[in-house]
């Protein structure tokens, strides 16, 4: 070899363990200590010098990972030491017996045990030879499994190498492979953009994923690994304790599970067990339950194999999170904001610890993806506090008369129609004043300091109200009399009086207040002063079509619809007409916004706050005058008003070149 060529194959190796490092810091320690762009300019760097000597690659470059497609399919390993199953326990009484057998064979009063979460994903086998991975193989039967080394090489957390000065010659790791529940999310997006095949679970998808015959596909799927054990070694001294193995793996440069603890006797198990029963949802991976191993290995050996399983070893599982039973109905459900929600209704099934007979279906995309069906059999899943929800659906078992279920078009509480939103995913309920699970909140948004302002009237009595039947819709609140306050609970006569006294107030009001607070989907308070300067007359806005109100700057034809559809429904209507004509709520005349309105076209934002009038006066001003009040600073904003202790919005404007003016220009502005 010539001196350049010793040269550059010192550099390459250079490269390439600083590369593994980062490798290892990044996906083993979960600690980087460079960004992105340097391990990829390192990356880059060490291809190109390969690309310019391919005779001086190394077979385990870190450009490497990714090896050929494997066209004939996986072929058979058989593991030279069993990867044996383990025995399961469902509840603390075969716990004891597990630790009282061992206690007794054994002839000691207290074993101390290492407890490890038990890690819902695949096994597999890692073979190291002279501290370099030659093979990774699945468990299989336990006795023989698939070779898939070409696939474990593109787990960036299972390392090419091991780390050391003093490796075994022969070291056989044993592990998970798992997808952390983050990573399935993403999986599932991109299968869906790409309208592949969607995983049920992150098992499946990492047991998918690691049998892919290409491993450029294995390469893209977010699979992690976790080393839990070891079958051969040889070399090295070996350490007396299980707990003492995985530190040595993990100073191997291997990842191993940091929720593991050294327990001792019965009470110690089932600490640890309920210990990560609290925490398993918080965990960024699943696990379905803890695996309990004596801890020291001599003791292991004395205690020996029994059938397919080690007497030493015991996995204590949770309750299930999924199951399968099957859908005896579909129904809507609608949110107290009028969200319609369809819901499942199935065969009772227990899964998660409770006994489960309803489960979400979310909208009407996730009901077409699924193509579920009353009388499908279907996975329901529940995961900690989670709604249960139908996660798949077994269309094999489908009955053969089935039929697609489709949307209902009208609200199922009140009768009114059901609105889309502009995706056509998220269904409401269009009667917001009348429909009865909509009227805590209609009421409660109806009575806040932005739009009627009904001082005194709070979240807690209004549902205190609602539940006796008191109010049954805003228009309700009007014909509110002493009498019936004081006899409601924790409310004195003096508290009536002053509520009394803030809903006679509410009576005058303006016209973009009482739009928004009739709670229009998707009307805010600046749309809702668009509506109003622009038509006029709350009966012009009433009679509008589609058409007119699109001509509303910034209201597109979904608002529009929404709008159309609100005041067409006849209970919204009546309760309107009770407002107006019997409650006696009446506005200023809105003078409308003409052509040549000099703020027409302007875009404002309100910031700090003013001491001449309110920021919700100085909206309705500037709305008046043909202006666009938004929450937000871009690019597109004419004006920042900045009051006292203005936020974050004055930082922006600086930043974006914005015009920011102060309270008394403003002033001169709206004169």
Not at 376 to 399: F, K, N, Q, T
Not at 462 to 477: L, N, P, R, S
Request: with cysteine.
């Amino acid at each position: 070899m010539t001196t350049r060529h010793a040269d550059v194959a010192r550099e390459m190796a250079r490269l390439a363990t600083e590369i593994e490092r980062h490798n290892y810091l990044y996906y083993v320690k979960d600690d980087p200590v460079v960004p992105d762009a340097e391990y990829d300019r390192l990356l880059r760097e060490l291809e190109k010098l390969e690309k310019a000597h391919p005779e001086l690659a190394a077979d385990d470059s870190p450009t490497r990972r990714v090896g050929a497609r494997a066209d004939e399919g996986f072929r058979e390993v058989t593991h030279e030491i069993p990867m044996l199953s383990l025995a399961n326990a469902f509840d603390p009484e075969e716990v004891a017996e597990f630790d009282e057998r061992i206690r007794r064979r054994l002839e000691c009063e207290v074993v101390e045990y290492v407890a490890e979460p038990k890690l819902d994903g695949l096994a597999v086998s890692l073979l190291y030879e002279n501290g370099r991975l030659v093979r990774g193989a699945t468990r299989g039967d336990g006795r023989a499994g698939e070779d898939v080394t070409a696939n474990v090489r593109v787990i960036r957390s299972i390392p090419l190498k091991l780390r050391g000065e003093k490796l075994p010659t022969r070291l056989e790791v044993r592990g998970e492979v798992l997808m952390t529940r983050k990573g399935f999310e993403r999986l599932n997006r991109r299968q869906d953009e790409n309208d592949g095949k969607r995983y049920a679970n992150p098992r499946n998808a990492a047991a998918g994923s690691l049998r892919q015959l290409d491993p450029a596909i294995t390469a893209q799927r977010p699979l992690e690994f976790y080393a839990y054990g070891t079958g051969v070694f040889d070399g090295v001294k070996w350490p007396e304790t299980h707990a003492g193995v995985l530190e040595l793996l993990g100073e191997f440069g291997l990842r191993t599970n940091p929720h593991r603890e050294v327990v001792e006797g019965l009470d110690g198990l089932l600490r640890a067990w309920e210990s990560l029963n609290a925490r398993r949802d918080e965990l960024p991976y699943e696990i379905d339950g803890v695996v309990y191993k004596v801890n020291d290995l001599a003791l292991q050996e004395r205690l020996g194999f029994v059938s397919r399983a080690p007497r030493w070893a015991l996995a204590h599982k949770f309750a299930a999170q999924e199951e399968l039973t099957r859908v005896r109905a579909i129904e809507v459900q609608v949110g107290r904001t009028g969200a319609i929600t369809p819901v499942a209704r199935l065969e009772p099934v227990f899964v998660g610890g409770v006994t489960v007979s309803n489960a979400t279906l979310h909208n009407y995309d996730e009901i077409k993806r699924l193509d579920v069906r009353v009388g499908d059999s279907v996975i329901v899943r529940r995961a900690g506090d989670v709604i249960p929800e139908v996660v798949s659906v077994l269309h094999e078992r489908r009955p053969k008369n089935s039929r697609e279920w489709n949307f209902p078009e009208k609200c199922p509480v009140c009768g009114s129609d059901i609105v889309f939103d502009e995706g056509g995913v998220i269904a409401r309920c269009s009667g917001g004043l009348f429909c009865d699970a909509q009227v805590k909140e209609t009421i409660k948004h109806f009575a806040s300091r932005r739009a009627m302002d009904i001082e005194g009237l709070g979240s807690k009595l209004v549902e205190q109200m609602v539940d006796a039947g008191v109010i049954k819709t805003v228009a309700d609140i009007f014909e509110l009399d002493k009498e019936t306050l004081v006899s409601l609970e924790r409310l004195g006569e003096k508290s009536a009086d002053n509520l009394l006294a803030a809903i006679d107030a509410a009576r005058k009001t303006t016209l973009p207040r009482f739009l928004f607070a009739l709670g229009i989907p998707q009307i805010g308070e600046t749309t809702a002063g668009q509506l109003a300067s622009y038509f006029g007359h709350l009966d012009a806005i009433m009679s509008a079509g589609e058409e007119a109100l699109q001509e509303v700057p910034d209201i597109g034809p979904v608002v529009a619809h929404n709008v159309v559809e609100f005041f067409a429904q006849d209970h919204n209507r009546e309760v309107i007409d009770a407002l107006v004509d019997k409650a006696k709520i009446a506005w200023p005349a809105v003078q409308r916004v003409a052509d040549d309105a000099r703020l027409k076209g302007k875009t404002f934002v309100l910031t700090g706050s003013l001491s001449g009038m309110s920021r919700t006066e100085a909206r309705e001003k500037l709305v008046a005058l043909g202006a666009k009040v938004s929450s937000s600073v871009s690019g597109k904003t004419d004006y920042v008003v900045a009051g006292a202790d203005p936020g974050s919005k004055l930082d922006k404007a600086e930043r974006l070149g914005v015009a920011v003016i102060d309270e008394d220009a403003l002033m001169e502005m709206l004169q």
